[in-house]
Nanobody, 126 residues
Framework: QVQLVESGGGLVQAGGSLRLSCAASGRTFKDYRMGWFRQAPGKEREFVAVINWNGRSAYYADSVKGRFTISRDNAKNTMYLQMNSLKPEDTAVYYC???????????????????WGQGTQDTVST
């Protein structure tokens, strides 16, 4: 069992930055690939980024590539999402999750993730 808690969301103007954190407890954090997803009102949950267990490999959705950076600190059991050059279309609830290695689902599919945080709201104003 893994418990995940996101923090760092808020209201920011377009062009600004936010840094999200995902604190994990329970089973060994470094055993998991970790991902960020987001969900805007009326839309499906969509993939944002994923990072492997040691932080040396990461993949991003095209919509955030070059603006967002995913990272992790296994010593602190925490994952981060640095979001720069934010746009109004980035407004969503952001979730962190652990990737289930036993799954056949691709890393960009929410069905492949086992444990989820409660989400943190990010709002980007014009």
């Amino acid at each position: 069992q893994v418990q995940l808690v996101e923090s760092g969301g808020g209201l920011v103007q377009a062009g600004g930055s936010l840094r999200l954190s995902c604190a994990a407890s329970g089973r060994t954090f470094k055993d998991y690939r970790m991902g960020w997803f987001r969900q805007a009102p009326g839309k499906e949950r969509e993939f944002v980024a994923v990072i492997n267990w040691n932080g040396r490999s990461a993949y991003y959705a095209d919509s955030v590539k070059g603006r967002f950076t995913i990272s992790r600190d296994n010593a602190k059991n925490t994952m981060y999402l640095q979001m720069n050059s934010l746009k109004p279309e980035d407004t969503a609830v952001y979730y962190c999750a652990t990737y289930a290695d036993s799954t056949d689902e691709s890393y960009d599919q929410p069905e492949g993730y086992e444990y989820w945080g409660q989400g943190t709201q990010d709002t980007v104003s014009t």
